[in-house]
């Protein structure tokens, strides 16, 4: 048997958890830029508060029922990420859990026996909300396409199941896959769904029906018999180890406002390239490609601030590979000036850094003085300096200090777990 753990809501969740003022009051969550809502409570989709819409059309209706609205708080989030996975890995042990996203995790009860399992859900559900305050669901089965269907169910009718349905049955299978259509199964897109509904398979329990050969030759190969082999019961998608390094690092922001000047472009790239390297020096890597975008406001729309023209990118091959934040943001710099056209409106940027190797492959370069062979010494310090004080106390000049081009967080809320001057205060 298989487990899956979902944050319900989670961005909303994680503010709740020290706002609860707003447990039963409706909550959403904004993206970068307070653009578009990401994140929504119950209490704000029984409003009509739609997912993905622009926060702008949904203010006058945020405002009439008083829904509380926060800014993307990642520091935040991310830190009550790793509570939750952390409080899991206690209580199944490290091996059983899969992280699989920021609010997602499955479990590997193979071990449990199966008339323990709903005992066993209800306590991995209580003990996770009571360790973090975080809110959970929990669906159990067979195999991890039904455990998802089991955590969708769960999560539809909150006050039947009080977030944890197990599938331990062939019966209790059988109803949860007639009452899942075949666009909400896991792996089924909306392009699959559409030409599944043309078969005449609308539900998950046809389609488990169907034979691996149908699968095969309708459904991806390889992919599709998997999905069909799930549905039936038979696990054929095993629990991964997790993920530790990237294979790419991007970053890449929203800028508050419109940007024209080169000056501005080229701090910000500067300031996404900082960031990346140190995202790079995280995970002992280094990087053989830099990438920069921009992306322009398209002309047409110039009174839309949600439509941009086509992303406009260039990349460099380094002479060898680096983490070294000064060797990154020198050809970072040469391709922003490629980029930029004057008259302009910019909206976004970005670095992404590829081709990576570990860093302790990587050679010193013969042919220049030792104390620059020595650069990894003194970002090792910069970076401690950086996560002890915070909010880049130390920092590159070519990042600017206007930063006039910073990303709008109105709404952001204090990141308590990370910053000791944010702390939650109790009176």
């Known amino acids: 048997m298989y487990a899956i753990v979902d944050c319900n809501s989670f961005y909303c969740s994680c503010e709740r958890v020290f706002r609860p003022d707003a447990w039963h009051k409706p909550v959403v969550v904004l993206s970068n830029n307070d653009g578009c809502i990401i994140s929504r409570s119950d209490e704000a989709k029984q409003l009509g508060v739609e997912m993905a819409g622009p926060y702008f059309k949904a203010k006058p209706l945020i405002e009439k029922y008083g829904v509380e609205t926060f800014s993307s708080n990642y520091n935040l989030y991310g830190d009550m990420s790793r509570r939750v996975m952390d409080t899991l890995r206690h209580i199944v042990g490290e091996d059983h859990v899969e992280v699989y996203s920021v ?23 209580e003990t996770v909300e009571e360790w973090t305050g975080v809110a959970v669901s929990v669906g159990a089965a067979p195999t991890k396409v039904l455990s998802k269907i089991a955590n969708r169910l769960a999560k539809k009718n909150k006050n039947a199941t009080q977030c ?22 896991w792996g089924v897109g909306r392009q699959y769904a559409v030409k599944l509904e043309r078969f005449g398979i609308s539900d998950a329990y046809q389609l488990s029906q169907m034979p691996e050969e149908w699968a095969r030759k309708n459904l991806g190969g390889v992919v599709g018999v998997r999905l069909v082999k799930e549905l039936s019961g038979e696990p054929a998608i095993e629990m991964e180890d997790e993920l530790v390094e990237k294979k790419m690092i991007a970053t890449t922001r929203m800028f508050g406002t419109p940007v024209t000047e080169l000056r501005n472009i080229k701090e910000a790239v500067a ?18 490609v830099i990438t920069v975008f921009v992306v322009p406001r398209e002309e047409r729309n110039n009174t839309d601030r949600f439509k941009h023209g086509p992303t406009l990118s260039t990349h460099t091959m380094l002479p060898y590979a680096t983490s070294i934040t000064n060797e990154l943001i020198k050809p970072a710099m040469a391709m922003a000036e490629r980029l930029f056209k004057k008259g302009e409106l910019y909206k976004k940027a970005g670095v992404v850094l590829s081709g990576l190797v570990p860093d302790n492959t990587t050679q010193g370069n013969l042919f220049v003085p030792q104390a620059k062979n020595n650069g990894r010494m003194l970002m090792s310090m910069m970076d401690n300096i950086n ?22 967080q109105e709404f952001r809320s204090p990141r308590y777990t990370t910053r000791w001057d944010e702390l939650c205060e109790v009176r």
């Open 103 to 125: 609010d997602e995790a499955f479990l590997n009860m193979l071990h449990i026996p199966a008339t323990m399992l709903q005992a066993v859900a209800t306590e991995l559900k």
């Open 164 to 185: 944890v349905m197990v599938l331990n049955t062939p019966e209790k299978v059988a109803e949860a896959l007639c009452r899942t259509p075949v666009g909400e199964i």
């Open 271 to 288: 300031t996404y390239t900082s960031r990346a390297a140190e995202k790079l020096r995280r995970q002992y890597s280094a990087a053989s």
């Open 387 to 408: 996560f002890g004080m915070r909010d880049d106390m130390l920092k590159f000049a070519s990042s600017g200090t206007d930063r006039n081009w910073k990303m709008r």
